[in-house]
């Protein structure tokens, strides 16, 4: 499987209560799908510095047809190959920073930042 750090972050999602670091809009390596969770590899840019993360979503709602996905963001290293199989344990390989939502629609991570 290939390291985080050499994937193509394609796809644009926002993060809405996922703190100061990743909270906002963000590439992920995958597409938000309509009817699953999200779980995937997200990436920002900190000083320059780039970082990625895991989101494991845990549930999925639709806001006016856009697509929200409730989950944990798990900060992880740029050498990071494999998807967990489900929700990571906090720890060396997958350290939790954020309970969050993750959307495509900017009208619905507007709704979800009261809820930060």
Known sequence: MTRVGERAFDHRVIIVCGGERWSGPLSADRPLPEDAPFRGFVTTSDAGIPRFAWIAGRTLSHDDGAVVTEGLLYE?????RDDPPGIPANGRRFRQVAEMFVTGSET?????????
């Not at 992880?76 to 990071?80: G, T």
């Not at 991570?109 to 930060?116: F, M, S, W």
């Open 76 to 80: 992880v290293s740029e050498r990071q």
């Open 108 to 116: 619905a991570a507007e709704r979800l930042r009261a809820a930060c």
